[in-house]
């Protein structure tokens, strides 16, 4: 197992370099710093493209320039029994809030795929972050921290008990299999289901990154695709989503299923979906997390 750990640290690395070279040939504008607050000043701005005009962007112009501004409200995921709201911010974050019941929730995700989540019920809070180097969790006063490239089953065993009697924990993964079972497909609700792939993994369900590459996936190997959204926007998100997913499988068919290296085809998985939904939103506009 240690003479496969180069070769695979490597192809990680390789993949994130890889997104982050298909935002910049896409002209997407280099976000901020990311050492924003909670607090931190928001603005309604989208993302720049730098591209020349076409159609959609002044449909996207169009689009932007009716909605008030501040944060925007979005409809109520029925599935989920959620109401999200959304908005960018000054550090190049996209922020996603959504509450329903006694669950909170808060996403921040910026253009490398790195994000944090809060996960807020009665008396009890969860943060998880996550990048292309470690992930933290943090829990009350209690936090541990796992490197991306060592993925040790002991550090793991550590989150899961960490996690194991949260009840923000069990509210989210509810109202994230809720959208799924509901084949939900709006933005927003992508972005919780996106989330509970890292959520249940660190959880103990080493199941979930794979059902929610699949099931992000279906709509491109069956080409069809949600209504209301841009056509062209889409159409980029569905083909990446799916190869994406089909990359997921080439790299856990490399090895055993007793072989802990197979948790970093699901990182690097992750990474890119994040990356590939943060692009979505500077195409489509902030009002199409809906």
Known sequence: MRRRVPRVLVVLLTCVATVGGDLSAAGVAPAGPTGGTRGAA??????????????????????????????????????????????TTLDGAIEIEGRGGELAIRKRVM???????????????????????????????????????????????????????????????????????????????????ASDALVGFL??????????????????????RPAGLQQDCYREWEQRVMVASYDWESCVNDFSVWNPIRNLCALRWLIAIETYWFSLIGCAGIGSII
């Open 203 to 224: 959880s103990g369900d080493v199941g979930a990154p794979g059902r929610v590459a699949r099931h992000l996936a279906r709509r491109g190997r069956v080409k069809t």
């Open 111 to 193: 253009q490398d795929g790195s994000f944090t989540l809060d996960m807020e019920a009665s008396k009890d809070k969860v943060t998880v972050g996550f990048s292309s180097r470690a992930i933290t969790i943090r829990r009350d006063r209690k936090a541990i921290t796992l490197p991306i490239g060592d993925p040790r089953e002991d550090d793991l065993d550590k989150a899961r008990r960490l996690l194991a009697d949260s009840r923000a924990v069990r509210l989210f993964r509810t109202a994230a299999a809720a959208a799924v079972d509901a084949e939900d497909d709006g933005l927003s609700a992508v972005a919780l289901v």
């Open 42 to 87: 928001k603005t309604n701005e989208l993302p720049q493209t730098g591209r020349e005009t076409t159609d959609r962007d002044r449909l996207v112009g169009a689009v932007k320039d009716r909605q008030p501004s501040g944060r925007q409200s979005m409809p109520r995921r029925r599935a989920a029994d959620l109401v999200f709201s959304g908005t």
